[in-house]
């Protein structure tokens, strides 16, 4: 178990104690929702982690970056931002996802611009945004964070 | 309220179900398809779940006990009332917290913005609920590692806050055209 794992399950275990002497209802409440979550989630984490298994094992890396690594370019960029920006799985389970592509050959760029895009953008709740809060709030808000989200990852490319 | 939310859990979804049955049976098929690549494979898929078993349960824990503790009504009456430098940063500390899919924050927002807070404020606060929550930051530090996370972070804390100005400007712009 590496240090970041150990640290998150400490919090997680301060926070049920922290809880359990706070309230013991509410405790209990908090790990029943908790389990509901973890149920919710568990297929889709299955989905992936068995995509993950299928890219690594079938997909030479030199496919991978040939696409999405630093001789791609531009192309590689702007491709894994189009894709983070259409593609619907929970946040939670980008990372993984984007740690295999990394692994595989694709470039802190491409893997950047499409985590944020994947975050930020939504194209499955666009029309509840411009229901919510209008035309002109939504298409701004999504069109900056297409190019919020590209120049993150250029700038994450050039630090990294 | 904040027993509320809790009761609104549903079973996993249909589509997802249905997608890893798909999955299952295309890595089933290509497995047996091609013998050699099983190790590759079951390997990758088997130290991933490890690694994501370390922490996920954890991190829903973590986001169990928010949903309880944390209501709903707290994020709404914090973020309305400060501006400035204040509010952004109030907006970001607020997004970050564990609570709720985006969509549960859109209508909040446009409740908000009618009781008169900033439209700048409310797009970092649903940037910050989109994009930097807490669960996110600890699965981007476990598979991605600090450097990774923490130079993201805080490229995206600085154009979200770009942004919000950006289409503050554009919103009233409109908002004064239209009349």
Same mark, same amino acid.
């Given at each position: 178990m590496n240090l970041t794992a150990l640290i998150i399950n400490g919090i997680a275990l301060a926070g049920v104690a922290l809880s359990l002497a706070r309230d013991r209802k509410k405790a209990w409440q908090s790990l029943t929702v908790a389990g509901r979550f973890f149920l919710r989630i568990l297929p889709m984490t299955l989905l992936i982690i068995l995509a993950i298994g299928l890219l690594l094992g079938f997909v030479p890396p030199s496919r991978i970056s040939q696409f999405? &690594?630093?001789?791609? &370019?531009a192309g590689g960029v702007l491709l894994a931002g189009a894709v983070g920006a259409v593609m619907h799985i929970p946040a939670l389970l980008s990372f993984p996802l984007a740690a295999s592509l990394l692994d595989s050959g694709a470039s802190v760029t491409a893997v950047a611009a499409f985590i944020t895009t994947l975050t930020m953008i939504g194209m499955i709740t666009l029309p509840l945004e411009i229901r919510e809060l209008g035309l002109t709030f939504a298409a701004l808000r999504n069109g900056l964070s297409f190019v919020a989200a590209l120049l993150i990852a250029l700038l994450m490319g050039w630090i990294l | 309220m904040s027993g509320e939310r809790p009761g609104r859990q549903r079973p996993p979804p249909l589509g997802d179900l249905l997608g890893l049955a798909v999955v299952g049976s295309l890595a089933l098929m290509l497995l047996l398809l091609y013998p050699d690549r099983r190790g590759a494979v079951t390997g990758t898929a088997g130290d991933y779940l490890v690694e994501m078993m370390l922490v996920l349960p954890a991190v829903m824990v973590i986001m169990g006990l928010f949903a309880v503790w944390v209501p709903d009504t707290l994020v709404a009456r914090h973020l309305g009332q400060t501006s400035g430098a204040r509010g952004i940063a109030l907006a970001l500390a607020l997004g970050t917290?564990?609570?709720?899919?985006?969509y549960v924050a859109f209508p909040l927002a446009a409740a908000l913005i009618s009781k008169g807070a900033r439209v700048s404020n409310m797009v970092v606060f649903l940037s910050a609920w989109a994009c930097i929550k807490l669960p996110q930051e600890m699965m981007e530090l476990q598979f991605l590692g600090l450097e990774f996370m923490a130079s993201r972070l805080l490229l995206t804390i600085g154009t979200v806050v770009v942004m919000g100005l950006l289409v503050e400007a554009a919103v009233e712009f409109r908002g004064q055209d239209m009349k």
């Open positions: 999405l &690594g630093e001789q791609s &370019g | 917290l564990p609570t709720g899919p985006l």
